[in-house]
């Protein structure tokens, strides 16, 4: 083969659309750019929920209440469950919980009181229902509150509160020493008297 005989791949290479070539080619006037005006410009582009200068409807729809960014969630789970799924004596903890399939490692648990219990259970949760908490001691178990999990809001809070410098012990710059340095050796207009009245005193 020689460099002679090298030919594009066929359809790789064509010829170039001719616009504004008179109106018999059918690409005249416009220049298949459909009208005149701001869409017929290079670099035109309609911004996202733009809708011809109308209110959009972003904007027409009322907002109401809020997203509290510390809010802590709880699955909830009744005393019905915890019946049918453990046997007695059992020490019923988050890890236990989530290898049932109840909830997932890094939710927060809160048991009510919905169904009956008969059985002697160690219960460990974030929260209990007054009437949860009752029933679990009455069947002869422990209700084990645990601290609930922080929210991501607040974990990420934390982490740039321990991030920001502490101006309180921020130490002294290069600066602030040079300027400590020349203070203490520019003597005051009162230590100038005390050493004139001492002066005085001795002759």
Do not use: C
Not at 77 to 90: C, H, S, V
Not at 160 to 166: D, I, L, N, T, Y
């Amino acid at each position: 083969m020689k460099l002679s005989d090298l030919r594009p791949t066929p359809g790789s290479k064509r010829r170039p659309k001719r616009v504004g070539r008179g109106n018999a080619s059918g690409h005249g006037t416009s220049a298949t750019r459909g009208g005149k005006g701001q869409t017929a410009r290079t670099g035109y582009r309609i911004p996202p929920g733009f809708e011809g200068g109308q209110t959009p409807l972003w904007k027409r729809t009322p907002k109401r209440g809020f997203k509290n960014a510390l809010r802590r969630s709880y699955v909830p789970i009744n005393i019905g469950q915890l019946e049918e799924r453990f046997g007695d004596g059992t020490e019923v903890t988050a890890q236990l919980l989530a290898e049932q399939g109840l909830i997932k490692k890094s939710e927060s648990v809160k048991i009510l009181g919905d169904g009956m219990l008969s059985k002697k259970l160690i219960v460990h949760a974030h929260r209990f229902s007054q009437s949860a908490r009752e029933k679990i001691l009455a069947a002869g178990g422990q209700a084990i509150e645990l601290e609930p999990r922080p929210s991501p809001a607040s974990v990420e809070a934390e982490a740039r509160a321990s991030e920001a410098p502490k101006k309180s012990g921020k130490a002294a710059g290069p600066q602030e020493k040079q300027t400590e340095q020349v203070s203490s050796e520019v003597p005051t207009k009162s230590k100038k008297k005390a050493a004139v009245k001492k002066s005085e005193t001795e002759k």
